[in-house]
């Protein structure tokens, strides 16, 4: 082979690489659908079961201007609403408190949301808390890791019982009442003691709460297996088998006594396939492949994970289970022996040796005996105390770390320590608080609309004064790939296309303030359309843009054009004059184009207009809604009848030039004819383009499977202009049916 030996890693200077601050805007809502920053790399903690910790190093922080930066960038020119800081512990993040506050100033005038990821309770400083507390921010967490003080020391967690108690009390007095704790079991020396004490830790956490919040206090503690991995100090120790994990987590439950403690426990079959993977070498690889054959699809998702797959594959192929999950001899060859992390040889197994004799190591790259950073440059400037190195091995310049840090204190302003204060802060003013929840998590922000009607909320801004509004109506198409974007994603990529213009969109009322967008009836997934309609509403008071160009309807279409994601087309726009008539009362019907189903007999002109006048003569037509419902006792098809004969207007065959044009634009087959049909779309109901195709016999065979009829909105029936001023309408017709496309 011509590979080196060792492969060593490559080490990234993150400054040369600023974070990308843009990203695509169409698509389906993803999990965690934000703009996250990577605000370092690395971590100085030196927990003993931690990979990232060890291969990650040294820790490399980017300066505060490049993610203020990345941040704001993200909302401006990416559209996201909501952003976050993350890297393995924010909390040692140099200048995390200083860096907060001014993220925070800045993105409340954006009204956009912030999280802050792995950011531990403990340690944290009276300012980042009091600042916290003001922001609707979720995801506050304990790691102790372990139940006692004696595996909090074999795995190097340097905290102690104090430490969790008393950031325990900082929180809950500040209003918060919904804590999380994270804890592993199945540690090296681990004993049933320090299993109980998993429980204890999180009864005593609640009784701390309840001293301030009352029965509001609530604490999860969440305990996950250990799976030893590569690179680390544990890297030799055994995992707990299958059974023994699942007798202890049996333990854990039957320890909780208090109502108000949530216990969560992982899966223990997921652990054992996990620490398989961990430990496991290229001899696994067959026992991957024959997993895969055998369905093995997802399986970090519990419902389709199968334990039982897993372990007939182990035995069919004779894998060692006990070899690759038990104790391995400290002499012994490694799997991955021949990557080189830039780990001094030896350093992990002094580590592990510490372990086993429950001592030890202080945190790399901070003063002996502190757990945060000093967050102003006067005091960072007076501490010249030595900085940590336990030589593991990678060339760490703490020189060079320490002036870093002073560089970035003061780039963000902090110079002086903040003021102290007689006792913590708290939410005074709900309205002005930035919102940075993650679906509710016990903020003492969230409780700024506890008890107030949905009424009352939209009558108060959050951190807005009354404004006046002007409202825009705007045609637009949706073909291609985002016809499969379904209703609300469409809500969501709007809103995302409106920031990204940089237009002063006017924002709902309450907890959580979204822009103010009015949508037509919503079209089925899949559905392509040329004519949708939405209204949105600006605030009025800004009569020009940020760059000084007048706010008018033709200026604003073209700027909503520039960043709309293809497929997406605004088509029109017109300025409504104030009073004027909602979408849900103008809209009378929408026009539907189908293209029927090929049923081995062509549907030309003549066979389309033969099949439109049998339908219109009829009296009623019914189909049958939601056929595919369960059967009733009496043995009929579940759902109800429609009678769609009632909801169609009209029909009319489209033919000549206008089917190829039109199949072109939608990417459809071409056919010599199609139907256009004019369906109610009011309060007293409507029918979907599907029921109308059935109706006419051109939908195709009930098989899902089947090719079926091609459908497709051209527009809206009601929507004159009669509200729109005078001289502010671009780019449409100001008649009652819908502008049609220039294929027709």
């Known amino acids: ?210 001293g301030h919040v009352g029965k509001r206090a609530e604490v999860t503690v969440s305990v ?121 040889d030896g350093f992990l197994l002094q580590e592990y040796r510490k372990a086993l004799k429950d001592r030890a190591s202080p945190p790399c790259g901070k003063v002996a005996g502190r757990l945060i950073h000093h967050t102003n440059l006067r005091d960072a400037e007076a501490d010249r105390r030595r900085l940590v190195c336990y030589d593991c091995g990678v060339a760490c310049d703490l020189s060079r770390m320490r002036d870093d840090r002073l560089v970035a204190l003061r780039a963000l302003g902090a110079l002086e320590p903040s003021a102290s204060r007689s006792g913590p802060a708290r939410l005074e003013d709900p309205e ?51 016809a499969f974007l379904g209703h609300l994603d469409m809500m969501r990529v709007l809103s995302r296309v409106l920031r990204r213009a940089g237009v002063p969109v006017a924002l709902s009322r309450g907890f959580n303030p979204k822009p103010l967008l009015t949508f037509g009836p919503a079209l089925a997934l899949g559905g392509p359309s040329f004519g949708e309609v939405v209204d949105i509403v600006f605030d009025a008071s800004r009569e020009r843009w940020p760059d000084g160009v007048p706010a008018s309807a033709d200026v604003l279409r073209d700027r909503l054009r520039e960043v709309c994601p293809e497929g997406i087309e605004i088509t029109s726009a017109e300025r409504l004059a104030p009073g004027s008539p909602g979408l849900a009362k103008l809209i009378r019907s929408y026009d539907l184009l189908i293209a029927p189903a090929v049923d081995g007999i062509a549907h030309d002109a003549a066979r389309l207009g033969r099949i439109a006048a049998a339908f219109l003569m009829k009296d009623r037509v019914l189909v049958r809604r939601g056929e595919r419902a369960l059967e009733t006792d009496g043995g009929a098809p579940g759902g109800r009848e429609i009678d769609v004969r009632m909801l169609v207007e009209s029909l009319r065959v489209v033919d000549g030039d206008a089917p190829l044009r039109l199949c072109a634009a939608l990417d459809w087959p071409v056919v010599p004819a199609m139907l256009c049909a004019g369906v109610k779309a009011t309060s007293d109901g409507s029918a979907k383009p599907a029921e109308v195709a059935r109706a006419l016999g051109i939908w195709g065979p009930d098989d899902p499977r089947a090719p079926h009829a091609l459908l497709a909105r051209l527009g809206f029936v009601g929507l004159d202009a009669d509200g729109a001023q005078d001289g502010d309408v671009v780019g449409g017709d100001r008649g009652g049916r819908p502008e049609q496309p220039s294929l027709f």
């Open 224 to 344: 996950s297996s250990h799976v030893p991995k590569p690179h680390t100090p544990f890297q030799w120790a055994a995992q707990d088998s299958l059974a023994e994990i699942e007798r202890k987590q049996a333990g854990l439950r039957g320890a909780v006594r208090e109502r108000g403690l949530r216990l969560k426990v992982h899966d223990a079959g997921v652990s054992f396939v996990e620490g398989m993977m961990a430990r496991g070498d290229r001899r696994l690889a067959d026992a991957v492949e024959l997993a895969w054959r055998r369905g093995a699809r997802f399986d970090g998702w519990d419902e389709v994970f199968d334990l039982e797959r897993w372990r007939a594959v182990f035995a069919e192929l004779g894998v060692d289970v006990e070899a690759y999950l038990g104790t391995r001899p400290v002499t012994a060859r490694l799997p991955w022996d021949h990557i080189d992390v830039g780990l001094e």
């Open 432 to 482: 002005a608080a930035l919102d940075v929840s993650e679906r509710g998590g016990g903020s003492p922000a969230e409780r700024g609309d506890r008890g107030r009607s949905p009424t009352a909320q939209r009558q108060t801004s959050v951190g807005l004064p009354a404004i006046p509004m002007t409202t825009y109506r705007f045609r637009y198409t949706k073909l291609g790939r985002v």
């Open 1 to 210: 082979s011509e590979l080196p030996y060792p492969i060593q890693r490559g080490l990234v200077d993150l400054k040369k690489f600023p974070f990308p601050d843009e990203s695509p805007t169409g698509g389906p809502e993803a999990i965690f659908d934000r703009m996250s920053i990577e605000v370092a790399r690395g971590c100085t903690e030196g927990c003993r079961f931690c990979q990232a910790g060890m291969i990650y190093r040294p820790v490399r922080e980017r300066s505060p201007a490049s993610i203020i930066a990345s941040v704001l960038g993200g909302a401006e020119r990416a559209g996201y609403d909501e952003t976050g800081l993350t890297c393995l512990s924010t909390a040692d993040f140099s200048s995390i408190t200083p860096l907060v506050k001014t993220l925070a100033a800045e993105l409340r005038q954006r009204t956009v949301s912030m999280s802050v990821a792995s950011l531990r309770a403990y340690g944290l400083n009276e300012d980042i808390l009091d600042e916290i507390a003001q922001m609707r921010i979720t995801g506050l967490t304990f790691a102790p890791e372990a139940g006692t003080q004696r595996m909090r020391d074999v795995v190097n967690k340097n905290i102690t019982e104090a430490h969790i108690e008393e950031s325990s009390h900082r929180v809950f007095e500040r209003g918060w009442h919904r804590l999380k704790l994270y804890f592993m079991i199945g540690l090296p020396s681990e004993e049933d003691l320090d299993v109980r004490g998993i429980v204890e830790t999180g009864e005593r956490m609640l009784r701390i709460g309840r």
